[in-house]
């Protein structure tokens, strides 16, 4: 009989029938990428950090990442109808307890127990996801967050509070386009109950200049790192801005873009903290704001960083290129990408189970509760890190038995050699196998 529970780190934890993490995922628990002296993802999050100095700010950066669901998603104001608790997007240990999918999920944990001002939390995050160059089920954030206490300001005066430490910010000269969207009157008010306008205006200034100082010392490192690999870099001026986002434990909210490479690029989430939360988190004085940000995403851009599978690569054509820049953020100089290896598509069509054939236990793909996820998963669990891409390349309804087939299109890759057509066709072997014994599904 299968296995009632699990040991992760110190603790063991039951499993019931909403376990859904491979092994693979929980292997990689003890990676911690972004502790790891000299990897990519550690120099950002030390870059990031060093906007937010002690003793107002404290960083955190040891959380274990099984959580409880209270923890990742009611603490924070999720409905209990939410996408995001679903177990296509999240992996659960069980009904109670899963690997947090945001760095979010300490948020009030810390707010209950932290003395200074501000803090920041670094961690590993997991959610069921896309297989592409900037898609992994694993990933690091840095959550943020900056408090005044209405107990220790002078005269309880926030406003005034929150100026003065404006003031004390240094400046940027970066031009931002839409600085201050407007905000939605429902969907992201003010919190007008608790906080007046003033404070809320206050609080999101001090928040904004604070990130845009981020953004700012990550390019003008990314550039420093350009012009050290190539003396006759141009850069093209930075084009960021503002733009009005909804989370369910912060408002007002926003997003942080980027123009990068033709695209506007969101980089980070953001707001002013619900004063519930606080209330909950027994701080009912204090009133501020928090963000989170993704580190792989800030990683690729400073170091030209081409696929995210790269991170938890343990090649030393990798990880040499970055050896001693935690100790000489100054030095930094952009990742040269070693030879590419060549690609192989496979493809694999499949009918899904009509809807009315019983399901039999398991994840069965009938047309209305098959989720591409776990395909990526399947796959992912077959090929690991030589799958580079998954997605769907044709649909097809048959016009008269109304059952539908899905092609997708695997593409195998290597970032460490060349792989044999033989070894390619095994694993794409394994996965139509596999497809069709966790998922029910028909090959065509
Ligand atoms: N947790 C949010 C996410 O993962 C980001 C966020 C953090 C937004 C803090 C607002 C405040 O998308």
């Known amino acids: 009989s299968p296995p009632k529970s699990i040991k992760l780190g110190e603790k063991r934890y039951a499993i019931d029938e909403w376990f859904n993490a491979p092994s693979t995922i929980t292997a990689s628990i003890a990676r911690k990428l972004h502790t790891e002296k000299d990897h990519p993802i550690s120099i950002t999050r030390s870059i990031i950090e060093s906007r937010f100095p002690s003793p107002t700010y404290k960083h955190y950066s040891s959380f274990f990442p099984v959580v409880s669901t209270h923890q990742n998603f009611d603490s924070l104001g999720f409905p209990a109808d939410h996408p995001g608790r679903s177990k296509t997007d999240t992996y659960y240990m069980n009904k109670d307890t899963v690997l947090r999918t945001h760095?979010?999920?300490?948020?009030a944990d810390v707010f209950?127990?932290?003395?200074?001002?501000?803090?920041?939390?670094?961690?590993?995050?997991?959610?069921?996801?896309?297989?592409?160059?900037?898609?992994?089920?694993?990933?690091?954030q840095m959550e943020g967050a900056r408090m005044w206490d209405r107990k220790k300001v002078p005269g309880g005066n926030i406003v005034q509070a929150v100026w003065e430490d404006i003031a004390n910010l240094p400046?940027?000269?970066?031009?931002?386009?839409d600085p201050n969207p407007p905000t939605h009157p429902e969907r992201n008010p003010l919190q007008t109950?608790?906080?007046?306008?003033?404070?809320?205006?206050?609080?999101?200034?001090?928040?904004?200049?604070?990130?845009?100082?981020?953004?700012?010392?990550?390019?003008?490192?990314?550039?420093?790192?350009?012009?050290?690999?190539?003396?006759?870099?141009?850069d093209e001026p930075l084009r960021v801005?503002?733009?009005?986002?909804?989370?369910?434990?912060?408002?007002?909210?926003?997003?942080?873009?980027?123009?990068?490479?033709?695209?506007?690029?969101?980089?980070?989430?953001?707001?002013?903290?619900?004063?519930?939360?606080?209330?909950?988190?027994?701080?009912?004085s204090q009133l501020g704001w928090a963000f989170g940000i993704g580190l792989e995403r800030i990683a690729m851009l400073l170091f030209e960083i081409p696929d995210i599978r790269l991170f938890w690569s343990k090649d030393e054509r990798f990880l040499s290129q970055f050896k001693g820049l935690s100790d000489n953020l100054e030095g930094l100089k952009r990742f040269v990408p070693f030879s590419k290896y060549p690609t192989c598509y496979k493809d694999v069509s499949f009918w899904l189970?009509?809807?009315?054939?019983?399901?039999?236990?398991?994840?069965?793909?009938?047309?209305?509760?098959?989720?591409?996820?776990?395909?990526?998963?399947?796959?992912?669990?077959?090929?690991?890190?030589?799958?580079?891409?998954?997605?769907?390349?044709?649909?097809?309804?048959?016009?008269?038995?109304?059952?539908?087939?899905?092609c997708y299109r695997?593409?195998?890759r290597s970032l460490?050699?060349?792989?044999?057509?033989?070894?390619?066709?095994?694993?794409?072997?394994?996965?139509?196998?596999?497809?069709?014994?966790?998922?029910g599904v028909e090959l065509r």
């Open 171 to 177: 400046t940027h000269s970066m031009i931002v386009e």
């Open 416 to 439: 460490e050699r060349t792989l044999t057509n033989a070894e390619t066709n095994e694993y794409h072997e394994k996965v139509q196998r596999e497809l069709v014994k966790k998922l």
């Open 241 to 284: 801005r503002w733009i009005e986002a909804y989370f369910p434990f912060t408002s007002p909210s926003w997003e942080l873009e980027i123009f990068w490479q033709g695209d506007w690029l969101e980089v980070l989430g953001c707001g002013v903290v619900k004063q519930e939360i606080l209330e909950k988190a027994g701080v009912p």
């Open 410 to 412: 695997i593409n195998y």
């Open 103 to 107: 760095t979010s999920a300490h948020q």
């Open 112 to 140: 209950r127990s932290n003395e200074s001002a501000g803090w920041t939390i670094s961690a590993d995050v997991y959610r069921r996801d896309a297989i592409d160059r900037t898609h992994y089920p694993i990933f690091h």
């Open 353 to 406: 189970r009509s809807s009315s054939s019983s399901a039999g236990g398991g994840i069965r793909a009938n047309a209305q509760d098959f989720h591409e996820n776990d395909v990526m998963e399947i796959v992912r669990d077959v090929a690991g890190d030589i799958a580079e891409d998954v997605a769907q390349v044709d649909e097809f309804t048959h016009p008269k038995t109304g059952r539908k087939s899905l």
């Open 193 to 234: 109950g608790q906080h007046s306008k003033e404070e809320a205006e206050a609080i999101a200034a001090h928040l904004k200049r604070s990130l845009e100082l981020v953004v700012v010392e990550i390019f003008s490192r990314a550039k420093a790192a350009a012009i050290a690999s190539n003396p006759d870099y141009v």
